[in-house]
Each structure stands twice: as structure tokens, then as C-alpha cells.
């Protein structure tokens, strides 16, 4: 059983459209995050939910909307795609209490 | 605010060669470090773990020392192989709890093992 799962793994869409990315967790963790990885690999952590509230929200541009309709679950739908949208996002999992977080596989945006 | 510095890659070995990537880390308090691994076309996997000072992680092969004093959490491997090949990325999670388990990250060392 896969721990994370994400879908879509690959995502082609063009400038301006709208798309939402799934992700579902079934560890019974409080708390699920998206992290993105620019062309360079480097990570960084995008939203945070802690059972289906939001607690971090780093500097990311309104287009992306992260939604939690219950806690084995974390969407992010980005509106009006751009460009420089293109990277791979990636969803974890972790109980708050603990320090190990899981990764999903990843979903690689590629915006034309 | 919380970093990781990696050092600088990519990093290209022969088989059965010593590996040392290193790691430094700013932090207040006593953060929690990690190793993380991701092979090609795959997601980010928990390599090793240590949660204070002077913990040594391990698995694989792969060992790491958290050194409060120096700040550091260098990831070292006795021989490594070609299956090794891999990106790895030292990260940590901030010992507060307002950070929720939030991870910091390196900025990620390509390893490359020839036969």
C-alpha cells in the first residue's frame, strides 16, 4: 500500500489554464504539506495543514489554493498557470508530534 | 530564520569509494536533522534521522553524527555502489512547536557512482 499517493504524476497544461493536484495519505497523520522542487532541486515548503486547518502558508502567490476536506487529504488547485509554475510538487505527510515526515512521489508541472 | 548548507555537487565516485557530503545547519534550539534520498524519477525517502545532540544515525550504510558544537550533520558512507546514485538532501525540523513538523532543506548534492 502506498503510503502518500499523488495524482497526477505528470501534468502538461498550457499558460492560463486552471489544474488541481490530489494527494492522500493513509497513515493517520495530523498534519500534510506541500513542498515545492524548483529545476535546480531545491525544496521548499509551500502550505502546511494540521487536521484540515491551515498553519503555514509561506509566501506563494494567491493563484495556488491548497484545500483539506479532511485530514487523510490535501488538493492544491493553481489557477491561471504561468511558466514559472513548472517544477515538481511534492506532498508529505507527518504526525506532528513525531519528526518523520513521508513524501509522496511527486507531480512534475510542466506549464507551454 | 532556520538554513542547511550542503556542500556543493555534483559528486562522481568509483565503486566501493569513501563518501562524506556535508552538511551545516542554522537553528535555534535543538532541531531534529535528517538525511533525505531521491533516485531518479522518484520521491524523497528518509534516509537517517537524528533528534539531539551527539545521535549518530544509520542505515544502508550511511551514518551521520549530529555535532551541536559545530553545527553540523555530515552524511558519510564506508564504500559505496552504484545503486547510490541518487540526489541527497539534508534537511531539518525546527524543535518549536509552532513549526508543525516543517522541513528546511539543503540545497540538494547529486551523487554519481561509476562502476
Known amino acids: 500500500d502506498t503510503a502518500v499517493s499523488q495524482t497526477p504524476k505528470y501534468l502538461v497544461t498550457q499558460m492560463g489554464n486552471d489544474k488541481s493536484i490530489k494527494c492522500e495519505q493513509n497513515l493517520g497523520h495530523d498534519t500534510m504539506y506541500w513542498y515545492k522542487q524548483d529545476s535546480k532541486k531545491f525544496l521548499k515548503i509551500m502550505f502546511s495543514?494540521?487536521?484540515?486547518?491551515?498553519?503555514i502558508n509561506e509566501t506563494v502567490p494567491n493563484r495556488f489554493s491548497p484545500k483539506s476536506p479532511d485530514k487523510a487529504h490535501l488538493n492544491l488547485h493553481i489557477n491561471s498557470l504561468e511558466l514559472g509554475d513548472s517544477a515538481v510538487y511534492f506532498c508529505?505527510?507527518?504526525?506532528?508530534?513525531?519528526?518523520?515526515?513521508?513524501f509522496g512521489q511527486g507531480t512534475r508541472l510542466t506549464v507551454v | 530564520g532556520n538554513s542547511v548548507t550542503q556542500m556543493e555537487g555534483p559528486v562522481t565516485l568509483s565503486e566501493e569509494a569513501f563518501l562524506t557530503i556535508n552538511c551545516t545547519y542554522t537553528?535555534?534550539?535543538?532541531?531534529?536533522l535528517f538525511w533525505y534520498v531521491q533516485y531518479p524519477g522518484e520521491g524523497l525517502q528518509l534516509l537517517l534521522k537524528a533528534t539531539k545532540a551527539d545521535d549518530k544515525g544509520s542505515n544502508k550504510g550511511f551514518e551521520a553524527t549530529y555535532r551541536k558544537e559545530t553545527t553540523s550533520f555530515h552524511l558519510e558512507k564506508g564504500s559505496v555502489q552504484v545503486s547510490d546514485s541518487a540526489v541527497y538532501f539534508c534537511a531539518l525540523r525546527d524543535a518549536g512547536g509552532t513549526s508543525y513538523g516543517k522541513l528546511t532543506f539543503g540545497q540538494g548534492t547529486i551523487l554519481t557512482v561509476h562502476p
Open positions: 537553528a535555534t534550539g535543538y532541531p531534529s
Open positions: 495543514y494540521n487536521n484540515k486547518e491551515l498553519i
Open positions: 508529505a505527510s507527518s504526525q506532528v508530534s513525531n519528526t518523520e515526515a513521508f
